[in-house]
């Protein structure tokens, strides 16, 4: 069997004013995702998701970096190209981290859904012969608003089923913790809330915030500093003994992740497999956090393809303890499979197909499909003082 074609479809969808969250890059007025396609000569094909965003550089790096390399492998053997397109060809094309791996990650998915194909199972029976048969999740929906709006959404979320919320930080300070004791009070002592600052404050800021976290007992802060300053992340675990830091989303392959490790920088790690290297770095990730006795919640804040993927890997690795699930209106979640994927009562159960077990909408793809150019979003500077 070989491989003879990758291709790559963007995807876009504007979001309505009332669909649109304010991040730390601002309102938030569209979605995107690029998709990746690897066929092959005996009829299999598979489908890998690259995250969203900077798509024309993705498809880019595919067409001329990655694809001249695979075209013509076995794509049976995954770890291998996955070896071979990172240190022979990747790092010195487009460096050992960032948006080449994205790209590499894609088609790895993409390989990983042959493979399953191919043995005529899911992917989380392939990585295991006993996975969950539903994945707890928790919502991502608490963005900044006028405090009684965001408990009043926090308790219609916990009314639907959900155990765990997500609450975005990073913006002031003082309305930051006003937030979170709030929807603490509403929700009771027994509902789990994270925090997560989006690489949102700076150190002497980050301190003063775990221990008001810390009193409202938070399952975790996540990404409180920028995401390169791993010293930072480790003065401020040792310093917040109440609140675990969690990281992961911004970081690419195992490596990145050791060395948050190694400095005692980390206490729950949160890989994106669209953005870490796809599944085959994502196990390596999982390996690492099992060696380190450190819990594994991976972050899912994308399309409907990476959703269906992290639901495979959360049902199979015995360390991942809840997922990330999306709440903010999101087409290219809800309308982008046949059969979309939603929680009950705060879980939801892998697709049961072979490989990634996903069937794909023709209508959506055609609805959403984007060739023009991407917006360029600029981050908030952190917060430096309160």
């Avoid at 649109?20 to 309102?27: F, K, L, M, P, W």
């Avoid at 995702?33 to 595919?62: H, M, N, R, Y």
């Avoid at 775990?210 to 040792?238: C, K, M, Q, T, Y």
Wanted: net charge neutral; hydrophobic share 40%; with cysteine.
């Amino acid at each position: 069997m070989k491989i003879t074609d990758i291709k790559t479809l963007r995807l876009r969808t504007p979001l309505p004013p009332e669909g649109q969250v304010y991040s730390r890059t601002g309102i938030r007025r569209s979605r995107s995702a690029l998709l990746v396609e690897v066929q092959t000569d005996e009829g299999f094909s598979g489908i890998g998701s690259c995250s969203g965003g900077t798509g024309p550089v993705i498809e880019s790096i595919i067409d001329k970096v990655l694809k001249p390399v695979l075209i013509g492998k076995d794509p049976r053997n995954i770890e291998d190209l996955w070896e071979e397109c990172y240190f022979r060809a990747g790092v010195k094309a487009f460096g050992s981290r960032g948006i080449g791996v994205m790209a590499l990650g894609g088609i790895d998915i993409a390989l990983w859904d042959i493979r399953g194909k191919i043995k005529k199972l899911p992917l989380c029976r392939l990585l295991t012969d006993t996975p969950r048969e539903r994945v707890e999740v928790y919502a991502t929906a608490l963005y900044p608003d006028e405090t009684h709006k965001v408990v009043q959404q926090a308790r219609a979320l916990a009314a639907e089923g959900f155990r765990g919320v997500k609450i975005k930080l990073g913006f002031n300070f003082a309305k930051d913790m006003e937030i979170v004791k709030a929807v603490r009070k509403e929700l009771g002592d027994d509902f789990a809330i994270m925090t997560d600052a989006n690489m949102g404050y700076e150190v002497d800021v980050a301190m003063k915030a775990v221990a008001v976290l810390g009193d409202s007992g938070v399952a975790w802060l996540e990404e409180p500093l920028f995401v390169e300053n791993i010293a930072g992340h480790a003065s401020l675990r040792f310093h917040s003994s109440k609140v675990p830091i969690a990281v992961g989303e911004n970081l690419q392959t195992c490596f990145a992740f050791q060395q948050y490790i190694s400095q005692g920088a980390v206490d729950v790690l949160q890989p994106d497999v669209a953005r870490a290297g796809g599944v085959s770095e994502t196990l390596k990730i999982a390996a690492l956090a099992v060696k380190h006795g450190l819990p594994l919640a991976l972050h899912n804040w994308g399309d409907a393809v990476t959703l269906a993927v992290s639901l495979h890997l959360a049902a199979a690795l015995n360390n991942s303890s809840i997922m990330e699930f999306d709440c903010t209106y999101n087409p290219l979640r809800t309308e982008l499979l046949r059969e979309s994927l939603e929680p009950k009562n705060g879980t939801i159960a892998p697709p049961s197909g072979p490989g990634l077990g996903i069937d794909l909408s023709t209508e959506a793809l055609k609805k959403y499909f984007f060739a023009g150019e991407e917006e360029i979003n600029f981050r908030q500077k952190a917060i430096n003082a309160i």
